[in-house]
Every structure is written in C-alpha cells, then in structure tokens.
C-alpha cells in the first residue's frame, strides 16, 4: 500500500463537518487546558474553560465547567482567532510565558455565538480554518467598574487566552447495529475511547457521548494519521470486534476480529483512516490501541495524537519552486502614476481585490506594505500567484446541493450563511442549508498570465506603483 495525501473526501463528508460537532484540541493538552488555568484571578465567578477545539470547517466550540450566560459569547462577535505554526507557538510560549502571536500567520473572524441548551458549551461560527496549526483566541475582556454579575452568576468577562487545534478523531455513536441516525457525532482527542475520556473530563458534550458507549452499539472513527517516511508497519488492537476497517479505502493486510495491520510505504503525508467498532452493553468503553513500527524492528510505538487531524482539516500546501530564471523584461523604470492608474483602472483591475493605501478591495491581501520587499519578489507573486498563498486567502470549491459549484475566498456571513468573493470580485451569500461540500482548493483564485495580458511597459508602472507605497509595521504580504 502507498500512502497518498487525500484529496477526495465521501459525499456530504465536508456538508456534515460543517454542521455536526466534529472537534479537536492541543497535543498533550498543553494549550487546550490554558482557560482553565488562565482564569482572571479577580473572580471567583469566572466560568472556567474545560476544553476547546473546532467542530467543523467553520465553527468552534468551548466547553465551561458551569451554565455561562450568552452575553459571554456575544461579546466574542467581530474578535480575531489567530493562528500559526505549532512549533512557533511553542516558542513563543516559552519565551513569553502566555499565549500570542506577534504578528500571526493569519486570522479568522468570528462572526456568531449560541449556546447549547445547557448553556455548558459555547458555539463560535468562524471564517474557514486554514491550516493544520494553533488557534488563539484571546477572550479576555475588561470588567467595568461596578458591573454586576449576570442572573446565571457568571460574569460576562471572559477567561483569558483559549488555544485549540486540529488533531483528533471524529467520532459517531450509534444504537444496536448502527443502521439508524447516530446518537451522538463529535470528537476525540485520541483513537482510545479511555485517553479521550480523560481528556476531556468534565465537558459536558463529551460525558453525554461516553455514557453512550455503555450500550450495545456502532461506533465510527474517522481520522488523518501521518505515519513517518518509508515502509511502516500500523496495527490496531482493539477489545470489542472490529467491524470495518481501512486505510485510504484499502483493506488491512492481515486482520483478524480484534486487530488489524497495514503495511505503509509511507510518503509523510495523511492516511485516511476509517474504523466501525460494535460493542455490546458493557460497564466500560472498549479500548482501541494503535501503534506503528518498521517491519524490521519489533519495538512498537504508540501513535500519538500530533500524528492524528480531523479528516476535514486542510491538507497542509506543498511549497512550489518558484521559476528562479531572470524575468523575460526589465521591471525597473516603470511610472509610478500610470501605474496607480492602470491598478485602479478596469485594465489590471487590481483594485478589485487588493487595496493600496486604503483604496480597493479586500478579496486579497493589502498590498501597501511592499516599500520593502524586493521588485522581482513582486514580480513573481504576480506571475506565479498560486507559488506562495496568503494563508487567509485561501481559495475554496463550494458545491450546493442543487448542484452550482462556486468557487473563491469564503467568509462567514452570520450564524446562517458564507460569502463566497470569486476571480471578479463578485460575492454571493450562500445559506449554509444549501453546501452539500465545502473543499479547500491549492491554487490562488488570482488568475495566471496577468503580465501577458497587461503588457511589459504597464507591469514595469504598476511595480514602480506598488514599491513607492508607504511601509507600515508588520511583514509585507504577498500579491
């Protein structure tokens, strides 16, 4: 078996993550728990955060350890998740004690709140989650002078910084034979129903889920495993029959009614891994191990959870070689006031997503901070706009149920639609009743040969245009 990167998901796969609970949190809880150990330590009110993680494309959940009051959550609408490389944020963590990133790799914006009938978990409707990475959202808020507490006894001020990421198994639970609806759909922090129990002790979303595992029925996992380069042996040992099991749609080599073994020659990229357990009624939840090994070497090693991701998450973008041959033309000496005009104009139409000195568009980034970066770097991202993409810009393929497929940036308008900006900068509102799969595309929704339908001389104005523009603090983006 070869191990490919997943590129093709199950009908209404991407439909479902967005609207069911699918979540996930940090590697070794050391950032999912920062809530509940970040509390403001001036009250004693203060809900504390049990654990957060992601339910789906566009929507994040944070489970309280109490009944929260909403205007907790409403106070979030409009704030900024950022996100970046976990490695970067272990540093920073390091370094600075607390959780930020300073200037981040993106954002996402949090467009709506509700609260589960409970009021235990808190529902975050979000812009699209980019990338495998850590997400932060700084949630602390000032508490006025003199304010009172809410009639739930929680006071509205939030709790400080909530982190999260995309690892985890996506878990469904099912009665008897599992032919009908599921009874619970959410998410595991790990493949072992006992590991993720602990996990998430105390949220409240999670305890429903679990209690169900008491009870004769079928449970579906479904996740991404990354296994290390080369020829690798994964095998699953589990205490209840399983049912079905594959790897990228292909079954095991050797398999029995309890464990099952793929030989992997592994690529480093995600395995799609698909797993049906049918337990009868049972003090406690079956247990399910997996671990991998070389088929040389019989020492076995538990598969940890940085190896697993949600089988939405984004596959993570392949760097493409830039072509570092000299540019076909000269790019200095262009005029820098044709070239204002030809951005702005219906020729280049570059202002119709990107914004200069606060004139144009927002479909890509802002381009006023380029003073800096060099005139064939510019002039690359223009011919080749799909080498290096802005990670909130990412380009996305919807497809509705009445069978259009729209393509472009997507953002969340509201609880209940997504705003999708195509190639013409022309935005359609689409409710999200209507997505039947929302995909992540790899290549920017900027189109390619605009240097040959503008002509050198034009090209040459409109990077003299963008180099004179005023630098700002932060790194310059990307065309």
């Known amino acids: 078996m070869t191990s490919t990167s997943p590129s093709q998901f199950k009908p209404n796969c991407m439909l479902r993550r967005i609207r069911l609970f699918r979540p996930g949190i940090l590697s070794g809880l050391l950032i999912g728990l920062l809530g509940a150990s970040r509390v403001d330590a001036d009250s004693n009110e203060a809900a504390k955060v049990v654990v957060a993680w ?12 109490r009944p929260i009051d909403l205007s907790l959550g409403t106070s979030l ?22 959780p930020s990133f300073s200037p981040p790799l993106g954002t996402l914006t949090i467009a709506a709140a509700t609260l589960d009938p409970e009021r235990r978990t808190l529902i975050l ?8 990475a850590v997400y932060l959202l700084d949630a602390r808020a000032s508490r006025a002078p003199g304010a009172r507490s809410t009639p739930t006894g929680v006071h509205p001020a939030l709790i400080g910084s909530i982190a999260y990421d995309l690892n985890g198994v996506a878990v469904s639970w099912a009665a008897g034979a599992g032919e009908g609806e599921p009874a619970w759909e959410g998410w595991w922090p790990d493949l072992d129903p006992e590991t993720s129990q602990q996990m998430t002790c105390s949220s409240r979303e999670h305890d429903r889920g679990f209690a169900l595992l008491s009870q004769a029925g079928r449970t579906t996992l479904e996740s991404l495993v990354v296994l290390p380069k080369g020829r690798v042996v994964l095998r699953l040992v589990c205490s209840a029959p399983i049912e079905e099991v594959s790897l990228n749609g292909e079954n095991p080599s050797t398999r029995d009614k309890t464990q099952a073994e793929f030989v992997v020659e592994s690529t480093g990229d995600a395995n799609a891994l698909f797993v049906t357990v049918r337990a009868d009624r049972a003090a406690r939840p079956f247990s399910l191990r997996a671990t991998y090994r070389s088929p040389t070497d019989e020492s076995e090693r538990a598969l940890s959870r940085d190896r697993l991701s949600l089988p939405w998450s984004p596959p993570t973008p392949l760097p ?9 033309f000269r790019l200095s000496g262009g005029d820098r006031d044709r070239g204002e005009v ?59 149920k009445d069978g259009r497929v729209l393509a472009g940036i997507v953002r969340a308008a509201g609880a209940e639609k997504i705003r999708v900006t195509d190639t013409d900068a022309k935005i359609t509102e689409i409710p999200r009743s209507e997505i039947e799969e929302l995909r992540p595309s790899a290549t920017s929704i900027m189109p390619v040969g605009l240097i040959g339908a503008i002509g050198e001389e034009e090209t040459r104005d409109i990077l003299a245009f963008l180099l004179s523009s005023t630098p700002r603090r932060g790194p310059a983006p990307k065309p």
């Open 342 to 400: 030809l951005f702005h104009g219906d020729r280049a139409k570059c202002s119709g997503c990107h914004t200069v000195s606060a004139k144009g568009g927002s479909v890509g980034p802002d381009l006023s901070n380029l003073a800096d970066r060099g005139i064939e770097a510019i002039y690359r991202d223009i011919a080749e706009p799909s080498s290096s993409i802005h990670p909130d810009f990412n380009a996305y393929t919807v497809a509705l």
């Open 54 to 65: 992601p339910s789906g494309p566009m929507e994040a959940r944070i489970s309280f350890d």
């Open 77 to 98: 609408i409009g704030k900024a998740i950022h996100f970046d490389l976990r490695q970067r944020h272990v540093e920073v963590w390091r370094g600075q004690g607390s």
């Open 125 to 132: 409707t979000t812009d699209p989650h980019p990338r495998e």
């Open 320 to 328: 493409i070689q830039p072509d570092l041959t000299p540019p076909p």
